[in-house]
Antibody, heavy 122, light 107 residues
Framework: EAQLVESGGGVLQPGGSLRLSCAAS????????MHWVRQLPGKGLEWVSL????????FYADSVKGRFTVSRDNSKNSLYLQMNSLKTDDSALYYC???????????????WGQGTTVTVSS | DIQMTQSPSSLSASVGDRVTITCQAS??????LNWYQQKPGKAPKLLVY???TLQIGVPSRFSGSGSGTDFTFTINSLQPEDVATYYC?????????FGGGTKVEIK
């Protein structure tokens, strides 16, 4: 069974940095685009970033472009999100998610982790 | 960015009712639309992709239709376990964007 487990969330002050991790299992990780999606408390879903199956292409929402960096290590079946210059608006539950279709840049997200919470507050 | 507008934002219906949620895209997205279900305290779950294709294992009472800018998600015979918030999401262009969600409750 495909599974994703996020870690690395925490509480920090504005301007700080944090690295989220996502450990994947139960599917051929190197065949799938991976996404980060966040959800503000009590709010809807916001796509944050994606990295394609081999890590050669990355894309970001405008709200995080230049501050967040997505990466993956296919040898470790792991996905990462480096978050710098954090703002209070970045406070959210961060999910990693697997794309539905192999070897496509983006389609839909069929496997989600349980999320990791990031709180940015002074 | 493509804006996705869902309506209603919430609804209350009785068990066994037919429930319909609409999603409108700000531009033509062909059939590049997904529907997700998110139960309280849980991660979203993909129910429908390509506007009308049911994901494996999803009960047949769920269905999706539409193309272009107007889409519909239907629950035939609402069940207590369907209490959740439902989101549409387009994947025609980056950034991927979600609708604001529709909270479905039992009357």
């Amino acid at each position: 069974e495909a599974q994703l487990v996020e870690s690395g969330g925490g509480v920090l002050q504005p301007g700080g940095s944090l690295r989220l991790s996502c450990a994947a299992s139960g599917f051929t990780f190197h065949d799938y685009t991976m996404h980060w999606v966040r959800q503000l408390p009590g709010k809807g879903l916001e796509w944050v970033s994606l990295v394609n199956w081999d890590g050669s292409s990355t894309f970001y929402a405008d709200s995080v472009k230049g501050r967040f960096t997505v990466s993956r290590d296919n040898s470790k079946n792991s996905l990462y999100l480096q978050m710098n210059s954090l703002k209070t608006d970045d406070s959210a539950l961060y999910y990693c998610a697997k794309d539905l279709m192999a070897r496509t840049y983006y389609y839909g997200m069929d496997v989600w982790g349980q999320g990791t919470t990031v709180t940015v507050s002074s | 960015d493509i804006q996705m507008t869902q309506s209603p934002s919430s609804l209350s219906a009785s068990v066994g009712d037919r429930v319909t949620i609409t999603c409108q895209a700000s531009q033509d997205i062909a059939h590049y639309l997904n529907w997700y279900q998110q139960k309280p305290g849980k991660a979203p779950k993909l129910l429908v992709y390509d506007a009308s294709t049911l994901q494996i294992g999803v009960p047949s009472r769920f269905s999706g239709s539409g193309s272009g800018t107007d889409f519909t998600f239907t629950i035939n015979s609402l069940q207590p376990e369907d209490v959740a918030t439902y989101y549409c999401q387009q994947y025609d262009h980056l950034p991927l964007t979600f609708g604001g969600g529709t909270k479905v409750e039992i009357k």
